[in-house]
């Protein structure tokens, strides 16, 4: 197997472990990285404790939205959903017991238009109403983004195969992707559960298969 990188640097290797996780889906709104971090963020179990006692807005109706705005809700003053379908999608449940609270609010057919800002610093956002077109806004100190993730797998397209995702498809058993000697780990691997320990259960998996690829070879090879 021949690994070229994009410095143009190539390396021979009898195997490959693919492992390069995902990120977090961005709106892709103007302004959007310079004020991350200055009030718009991704990670409320990171950075929920700096906005206690205060207004702050996710972004987001599925599983992860709904369980980053419980969390917030237990310290902010007030939690704002923003979802840009007729109702939140996670589980039904958790979504009737967050909008059962009392600082939490939903709005729906809406999506964030725009970032109102401060002295560099996050201030409110602009909303646009997906039915009608109409334009809103809200204060907010923070905002957190929870839309899902994406693999970073596009690079490797024609080596593995992707599902309809972008995830790469193998299983468990061995981490093997199909192609000889080519293996992957982690999240981003196609699979119903995505965490710290299932990434590190991967690797160790990945890793002793392909030690025995390497053992089964022929001599020389």
Request: glycine fraction near 12%.
């Amino acid at each position: 197997l021949r690994i070229c990188t994009d410095s143009d640097v190539c390396y021979e290797a009898r195997r490959v472990i693919l492992a390069m996780g995902v990120r977090r889906r961005h709106l892709n709104v103007p302004g959007e990285d310079r004020l991350a971090g200055h009030g718009v963020g991704w990670c409320a179990v990171c950075d929920g404790a700096f906005y206690r006692g205060r207004n702050v807005a996710v972004v987001g109706g599925g599983n992860s939205a709904i369980v980053e705005a419980a969390m917030l809700a237990d310290t902010a003053a007030h939690v704002t959903v923003i979802q840009n379908l007729a109702s939140l999608t996670g589980e039904a449940s958790a979504a009737a017991a967050l909008t059962a609270r009392p600082n939490v609010s939903v709005i729906c057919n809406t999506v964030v238009s725009g970032y109102v800002s401060e002295g560099g610093v996050l201030t409110g956002l602009v909303l646009k109403n997906t039915e009608d077109g109409t334009e809103s806004s809200i204060a907010a100190d923070g905002a957190f983004i929870a839309i899902g993730l994406a693999p970073e797998n596009a690079p490797f397209a024609e080596v593995a195969s992707l599902d309809e995702r972008g995830y790469i498809s193998a299983g468990a058993d061995g981490c093997g992707t199909g192609v000889p000697g080519v293996f992957v780990a982690g999240d981003c691997r196609a699979k119903t559960v995505r965490q710290i320990s299932t990434a590190a259960a991967d690797g160790a998996v990945a890793a002793l298969a392909a030690a025995a690829y390497v053992d089964a070879l022929p001599k020389g090879e």
